[in-house]
């Protein structure tokens, strides 16, 4: 955020993710004597909504141990009411602790669906959803579900899919020849058939598609 409010940096937009600055006495253990570090972050975070005024979407959970939904919604009001543009997205309660949500596989989850819909809504880069059409249209429901957990995913990903029917992933491996590889076993594995890649990461590879089963 204070990047963005640098008059000589020029971005597109800004995500921000369970940011802010603060004093603690430890990992996540509040400190009672934090009041005067979360009145200097509301201070800057008005400081920067005067000068960044690119879109920006703001990410945190309900339960982030170090900025409370409170001291978020006093950081946003200080945000736009300097001119700042945001879209704050306040999720729903994340584990033990809601800030560690970016650093693990189902914080992600949460993530990614906002951070795409935020991309789309602006017009910058991101996976295209009607590339992503033909496969499904060719997949049971229960199939379509399971491509659709894939795409919310990280990478890097791989989804592979059986003869007649069936969709296996695998996500965040260290490599995209990792998750093809242990996709594909998987799909093997589950399938006892012949699997073809179907993606890699947000990108179709196959043209043609198993027939819709709903047997299964």
Known sequence: MDLAARPSVRLSAVVNVSGGLGRRLGP??????????????VWNFARFGSTAHMPS?????????????????????????????????????????????????????????????????????????VDFAPLLAHLSPQDRESVEAYLRMPTEKALAVGSESGAYWREGERTIGDARTKALAYCR???????????????????????????H
């Open 57 to 129: 979407l703001w990410l945190y959970a309900e339960n982030d141990s170090w900025f409370r939904p409170g001291l978020v919604g006093r950081m946003r009001a200080a945000f736009t009411g300097s001119g700042g543009n945001t879209h704050l997205v306040m999720l729903p309660p994340f584990q033990g602790d809601g800030h560690t949500m970016f650093f693990a596989p189902g914080g992600r989850q949460l993530l990614l669906p906002e951070l795409d819909g935020f991309l789309r809504a602006n017009g910058l880069p991101t996976w295209n959803e």
């Open 189 to 215: 594995e589950q399938t006892k058939t012949e699997c073809s890649l179907a993606a890699e990461n947000f990108d179709p590879v196959i043209q043609r598609y198993p027939e819709v089963r709903t047997d």
């Open 28 to 41: 996540f253990r509040p400190d009672p004597a934090c009041s005067p570090y979360d009145s200097d972050l």
